[in-house]
């Protein structure tokens, strides 16, 4: 069982940074695949960022590629997902999720899911 918990949301205006943690309860952090995902009001979950256990691979949508990063600390036991030049449209409720072998963009793949943070992005 994996335990996971975002921190790092908040309110930002248009162009503006924040960068969001998820902070995993498990003593094997570097075997699971990380992911960001998003859920906007009245949107399904999507896929935002993926990282593999080592950190040597990542994924992104296109809508945030070259604004967001992704990496992770795993002597920590942490994620990061650092966002950049925000948009309104990034507003969403941010999750963080974790699953052992390959990484995958599906939420339906992922095992664990933190509650979540919110996000948003006031124009």
């Known amino acids: 069982q994996v335990t996971l918990v975002e921190s790092g949301g908040g309110l930002v205006q248009t162009g503006g940074s924040l960068r969001l943690s998820c902070l995993a309860s498990t003593r094997t952090f570097s075997r699971y695949c990380m992911g960001w995902f998003r859920q906007a009001l009245g949107k399904e979950r999507e896929f935002v960022a993926a990282i593999s256990g080592s950190g040597g691979s990542t994924y992104y949508a296109d809508s945030v590629k070259g604004r967001f990063t992704i990496s992770r600390d795993n002597a920590k036991n942490t994620m990061y997902l650092q966002m950049n030049s925000l948009k309104p449209e990034d507003t969403a409720v941010y999750y963080c999720?974790?699953?052992?072998?390959?990484?995958?963009?599906?939420?339906?793949?992922?095992?664990?899911w933190g509650q979540g943070t919110q996000v948003t992005v006031s124009s």
């Open positions: 999720a974790a699953r052992l072998s390959y990484v995958r963009v599906s939420p339906s793949d992922y095992n664990y």
